[in-house]
């Protein structure tokens, strides 16, 4: 709309408004015209009625012309001021709308920031709310630091952990004042690199003091807050988790049962003080490996709980003995090693055997028991030749094993000649594991001859190693490798099952051997099988074999180790229709209070006592086998006379009325082919070869 401009006179004034052209010219000459009618009127009216115009009324003409144009005029002034100021008034209506509306929009622009202001207000007192409840409740210690370590700004978590109030960490010199001093110049140093380069956050870990004094350690996070001259620092309380990777450690590389180092440990230890006396050629070390004897038969008799008091008793003993910079370790079972360190000389290593020796000789009491402990000893008194710290345990594990091959109860100094025999049981024992795998042993059988007519009753299966590329191997040699890995029990169950099945073989070959039995001896392993019986009773079925041709032979020795669980598992097996053969009795601990109750069938009298028959000069040794043959008979038990080689023995026997013989006077072992060739009757089955006859090919070695 355009702006009008005021003009108090005149008509050429344009309206602001559209107003038409002639009502607005007769609105605004309108009383002009009707003076001048009105004049016009008066001298026409003066000319009809006949008076001349005079100047009077020339003057009343002009008169009422002028006041009619005055009036005219200030009617028009009038209006035109009329118009103005309602036009006026219009066009500040106008204005003042339009200013009204660009304040109401302005106020609703105002309202509207105000509201934002508002809402960012609101936000930023939320934000701030939130941040305070998580910078309060974080559920760990929060600061805020100058770069300096100056304590700024800190939550309650870290008040209550460190026990210092907002006052005592203002006034302290930097939280960092609480840390060692040798972390101080460290952090100090990553705050300003920090603050300099923008890095990312520091991770570490470090022991604070407490107000109560107490070290703390905590996982520290430290973060350079942008834009700002301060530092954002984060504690977490790591005290529980590293006084638990503190008892982890302990547990990984110490034994539960004796708190002593573990073999891991021992290990490193050992390797240590190996490496620091190749830099110093001077520094003499020692170690003994140590092996309870018979320490199995304590466990099995007395009970695993007394059996770990014992393992505990005795640990406490040995520490007794060394000094603090020795070091006992229980290496596993019942097998310890002591490392004595930086010793003067190979003397101070006699002494502590002696005080070891001596201190065992005395019994140890465990819940009113007094138990003597004897121990086999391996010694490598100077170890400094050694590149490696497994060598020297493997060579002091060696002579520990003479030790114990020697009887136990004494200590044996390394030779390199136990290594030989220690590697060579190693390589038996790898070999014997791949023979058997590939079915490289083989059954030899030696008769069984009845005294009263010299037939054959039975046959013992004797367990022979046909080894590839050393020939038959001796049992002598093997069984006893066997017995120490374990690996006699599936030998074991090899033997039983192959002679079952060559006993049921001949019997349906030869009917003549339907009264024969095989005899199959059981290692105390296999003895201490869970699944015996039922090994057995899935043999005899698979097999086919009657159980009354089948005769399991076990040491007195393992019989009397747990003699009433011995009592019921041969009743077991007996009620089956197994006889049950006493082998090398005389040679064990033979308690007769036990043997009566027994369900045992023969007794096998050992070979060392038949061998001294004819040859031995003290009067004993015949009344040991007469009262043995004697002992037998008042139990009703068959005996078996091993290891007959001699007619004066064969006869000796025959008087006192032993049923049975075994030896080289009869028969060798033999494999199962030269015994069907060359001494079974094809028709009869019957064997062929006479007693005292010997077949040249035989096998020479005893079984």
Known sequence: MSKATFKPFGDDMSPITEVPRLRSRLERYSLVIVGLFISAGFLGANTLVGFDADMSTLIAVGVVFFFSLFAQTLINAHSDMQFRLAESNRVLESRVSERTLDLTRINVQLTDEIHLRQEAERLLRASESRYRTIFENAGTAIMICDHQGQVLLANSQLHDMLGYTAEELRDSNGWMAFMEVGQQARILRWSVENHATGSSPRCFESALQCKNGENKHFYVTMATILGRPEVLVSLVDISELKQAERRLFHQAFHDPLTDLPNRALFMEVLDMTLRRSRRNRECLFSVLYLDIDRFKYVNDSMGHLFGDQLLVRFANAIKTCLRDSDTVARMGGDE????????????????????????????????????????????????????????????????????????????????????????????????????????????????????????????????????????????????????????????????????????????????????????????????????????????????????????????????????ERAIELLGRIRKLGIKIMVDDFGTGYSSLSYLHRFPIDVLKLDRNFVDRLDTSTVPSDRKIVEAIVALAHGLNLEVVAEGVERVAQREFLAKLNCQFAQGFLYYRPMPPEMIREGYLDKSSGKILMPPNTHHPSLISHHP
């Open 336 to 563: 310890f090693a002591v490392l004595l360190d930086n010793v003067q000389g190979l003397e101070y290593t006699d002494v502590v055997v002696e005080r070891i020796t001596t201190m065992l000789r005395k019994p140890l009491d465990i819940n009113g028991h007094e138990i003597f402990c004897a121990v086999s000893m391996g010694i490598m008194a100077d170890c400094r030749a050694y590149e490696n710290a497994d060598d020297i345990i493997r060579d002091a594990d060696a002579a520990m094993y003479e030790a114990k091959s020697a009887g136990g109860d004494c200590c044996k100094m390394f030779e390199k000649r136990m290594y030989r025999r220690f590697k060579r049981v190693l390589e038996l024992e790898t070999a014997m594991r791949k023979a058997l795998e590939n079915e490289e042993f083989v059954l030899h059988y030696q008769p069984i001859v009845s005294m009263k007519c010299g037939g054959v009753s039975s046959f013992e299966a004797l367990a022979r190693w046909q080894r590839k590329g050393f020939g038959l191997t001796p049992p002598a040699e093997f069984i006893p490798v066997a017995e120490e890995t374990g690996l006699i029990l599936p030998l074991g169950r090899w033997v039983l099952a192959k002679a079952c099945e060559q006993m049921s073989l001949w019997q349906k070959t030869y009917p003549a051997l339907a009264d024969c039995s095989v005899c199959v001896n059981l290692s105390g392993r296999q003895f201490k099988d869970p699944d015996l019986e039922e090994h057995i009773m899935q043999v005899l079925q698979d097999t086919g074999l009657s159980p009354k041709s089948l005769k399991l032979e076990i040491t007195e020795n393992e019989v009397m180790h747990n003699p």
